[in-house]
């Protein structure tokens, strides 16, 4: 009997990120705070006398950085993945709802007050600014890394650039990381692959309807986007 309720419990989770999505998210994540520690350790003068090793800091900061995008260009062989990225470049009318509103996290009757997709506008965001750091980050550390080629201007602006932006994508990553470890449901989701109905409800109640039905990845070229503001492409 207690097999068969486990297993019954089971087939009610709803799976939310494929084995490849979680895969590239890991090796993102790890890739990306290997830079960030490793860049604290380079500028900052009470770390990098603490750990020393400056050069073989250097080696691992640049090649870590240049490998940044290789698991999200390799993640477009998923499907999946591919279906996600759509997701995350399009906003929806309850995306614009969902920044104004301040319950925006409010539930009614065990479902989210906003019907929110898979993903959030806040998740959406912080998908886009990710995308463009790493960029601005590999184009900038590409100059410092071989400066040859380029004048004196480009060489001081990209410092400045890329010094600065190590800055918010610390503040940015730290946000990331407490929205994530307060959440079960969101660590759980990146962590085994599933989430619970209850939760997906709460905080996703549009993807958890749809992934109720067995209609899940209709979201991002459905009804959904049919009655988007003009002014969105």
């Known amino acids: 009997m207690r097999r068969r309720d486990r297993a019954s419990s089971e087939r009610t989770w709803l799976m939310r990120f494929t084995v490849a999505e979680r895969s590239i998210h ?6 990306m705070l290997i830079c960030l520690v490793t860049a604290a350790c380079l500028y900052l003068p009470m770390l990098s006398t603490l750990v020393g090793q400056r050069e073989t800091l250097k080696i691992v900061h640049v090649w870590c ?10 993640g477009l062989l998923s499907r999946a993945f591919r279906a996600d990225l759509r997701r995350l470049n399009r906003f929806a009318p309850h995306d614009w709802e969902w920044l104004r509103r301040r319950d925006r996290r409010a539930v009614r009757d065990g479902r989210g007050v906003i019907p929110v997709g898979k993903f959030n506008a806040g998740q959406k965001l912080n998908a886009a600014f990710t995308a463009g750091a790493i960029l601005l980050m590999l184009g900038t550390g590409e100059i410092m890394t071989f400066p040859d080629p380029w004048g004196d201007r480009w060489r001081t602006g990209a410092t400045f650039v890329h010094d600065w932006l190590f800055l918010v994508v610390v503040v940015v990553t730290v946000g990331h990381l407490w929205e994530a470890f307060r959440d079960r449901g969101a660590l759980n ?6 989430v619970e109905p209850d939760w997906a409800a709460r905080h996703h109640a549009g993807w958890a309807a749809d992934a109720a039905s067995g209609e899940d990845g209709a979201e991002e070229d459905g009804a959904e986007f049919a009655q988007r503001r003009p002014d969105i492409y």
């Open 65 to 74: 950085g240049f490998a940044l995008p290789v698991p999200i260009v390799l």
């Open 189 to 194: 989701a990146m962590l085994t692959g599933r």
């Open 26 to 31: 890991h090796v993102t994540a790890l890739l």
